[in-house]
């Protein structure tokens, strides 16, 4: 209908039809309409440079979908470049999921945590449960196992809390790696780790990746000189937790003294 309406006027209207039609077609896992929709959308939208880069990000996901690594890469490279706030973000998720194809688990591993980022820092909530498995399929591969599991419990929680699914077009993907996980973890261990990360809240799954990770640009005393892991102690330990609760919660080692919580809070 939208598509019939624009066609009056033309544009890049039409583009933003056919752009959404892409979209759909990839929700439905057709690959083949996915990218005759979106070749369609470009013809429209690249004369209009804002919408260009935002159809860019689709255009690489399609052109994934359909194979061409390498045509997948040069869009989701041109769409980092060209995007900024949320539409960064996108960018971003895309070029990891490209190169978790490419078999480049650095690369995907920085976009992935750039992705993170960017999405919390603009609360685009939509593309964590992505990025979360994007870390989980790396970690399968790394060995990491229950890690994996939690990455794969938190993205599948917060699917469900926000009524959202998967791109039926990255299924297979998705499902071959939690299979692969489940038989070299065992079904217990699996399940888990698996009920540990889905009960992390949106917030709370993305401070679990994001702690340890890069510089220390902090204070060197003070509130503001805490990593967030220690901020998170300091919160759980003024909620009346003791040790092992605490190393329960966040999924670490609990301190060999009495004292060592204390005096790091």
Known sequence: MALE?????????????YGVSALAAMAAGDVEAAVDASEAAWQHMRVQPQTAALQRTFIAEVALAGGDLAAARRWADDAVSTTTGWYSAMALTTRARVAIAQGEPEQAEHDAHDALARAAEVEAYLFIPDILEFLGILAVDAGNHREAARLFGAAHGIRQRMGAVRFKIWDAGYEASVAALRDAMGEKDFESAWTEGAALSTEEAIAYVQRGRGERKRPTS????????????????AEGLGNKDIATRLFVSPPTSPTSTQNSA
């Not at 309406?5 to 039809?17: D, P, S, T």
């Not at 000189?225 to 330990?237: I, K």
């Open 222 to 237: 003070g509130w503001a000189s805490l990593t967030p892991t220690e901020r998170d102690v300091v919160r759980l330990a």
């Open 5 to 17: 309406a624009a066609a009056e006027v033309r544009g890049w209207q039409e583009a933003i039809g």
